[in-house]
């Protein structure tokens, strides 16, 4: 029983971690979004959001996508 409430315990604290590591990386990504105007290339926009997610575990990051639109290339980040 013992074992079984430190195990729990154990993924709790995991989790609340990994939600503060996303909470924060959301707080400063909010606060970059400002910086990034339409028409900026991607390299611009990467450089001021990509510093924003390094907190946040690849395991939990959304991978990046790629469509075409009437013909134009679209990537999203």
Known sequence: M???IAMLSAVFVLTSCV???I??????YEAAADHVELGDSM??????LAPTQEG???SA???????LKDGVKVEIY
Request: glycine share 4%.
């Open 2 to 4: 013992a074992r079984r």
């Open 19 to 21: 939600g503060m590591m």
């Open 23 to 28: 909470d924060s990386a959301i707080s400063k």
């Open 43 to 48: 390299e611009k926009v990467l450089a001021i």
């Open 56 to 58: 946040v575990p690849k």
């Open 61 to 67: 990051r959304k991978n990046s996508d790629k469509y």
